[in-house]
């Protein structure tokens, strides 16, 4: 179920990324007609502001590092032009193995997703998601997920394995860009004593899941205790993350 190094190699380059909309909110309101930022454009705002972006930001880049190291991959995505919409990538292996990427929701690694491969298994397994076993299986058109949480909880997600075309998949992403939410959005994947947790800032409240629990952490009382907290978490440039937050903040 575990992916080639050679996809594994290109992914590794996105351990230290969030998801997040924080971003959005702040090129939203730079100006100008496009949202959606070209891969130049990213990689020039990650170094300046450490900045990462949404499931398509995510998507857009990764596919474009798959390109430069020769691996062939594709988006899907599902919900285009809702507040439901997702965007991942489908990479293949030399074999022709198709495995599911997925940065948006902050997976540790990619997975095989061919049920009809020797190597795929059905069972719960870890590894690959923080914080839960997962379980992938086999549906029309597509594969479910099962996320099984310590605590017992199963939650579950649908992915259509089509290839998306390109052209589609850059207007829902521009769509995507120009949708606010009323709450900021952030995930990332932290050290946490003996594994990779799985840090989120939803709804002004702050949760860790870790392989123990789900623990919600106190939250700041300010603007400013927020950039702080988001700050020593992910590293990005407080200027950035407090004019988003302000921009959120009109919108609760």
């Not at 909309?21 to 007609?33: E, I, P, R, S, V």
């Not at 990619?110 to 992938?136: M, N, R």
């Not at 992915?159 to 120009?178: G, K, L, R």
Request: aromatic share 12%; proline share 5%.
């Amino acid at each position: 179920m575990f992916a080639p190094d050679a996809i594994l190699r290109t992914w590794r380059r996105f351990d230290a990324f969030p998801m997040e909309t924080l971003t959005k909110a702040w090129f939203y309101h730079q100006g100008g007609d496009q949202k959606q930022r070209n891969v130049s454009m990213m990689k020039e705002h990650h170094q300046e502001y450490g900045i990462a972006g949404n499931c398509f930001d995510l998507s857009i880049w990764l596919l474009d590092e798959f390109t430069k190291d020769g691996v062939e991959a594709f988006p899907i995505g599902r919900s285009f032009k809702t507040e439901r919409a997702h965007a991942a990538v489908i990479a293949l292996d030399e074999r022709g193995r198709r495995f599911l990427c997925d940065l948006g929701d902050q997976w540790l690694q990619p997975i095989l997703i061919d049920c009809e491969c020797e190597d795929y298994t059905s069972e719960k397994l870890d590894g690959f998601f923080p914080a839960a076993q997962i379980q992938v299986k086999p549906t029309t058109g597509g594969v479910k997920v099962l996320y099984h949480r310590p605590n017992g909880k199963v939650s579950t997600q649908d992915y259509s394995t089509d290839p998306v075309d390109m052209s589609v998949f850059w207007e829902a992403a521009e769509y995507s860009q120009a949708a606010l939410k009323p709450a900021p959005l952030l995930e990332c994947r932290i050290p946490f004593q003996h594994e990779i947790a799985h840090w989120e800032f939803s709804g002004w409240d702050i949760y860790l899941s870790t392989s123990k629990g789900l623990y919600r952490e106190a939250k700041p009382d300010t603007i400013e205790g927020w950039t702080e907290k988001i700050h020593d978490v992910t590293g990005y440039d407080k200027n950035v993350i407090k004019k988003a937050l302000e921009i959120y903040q009109t919108r609760a």
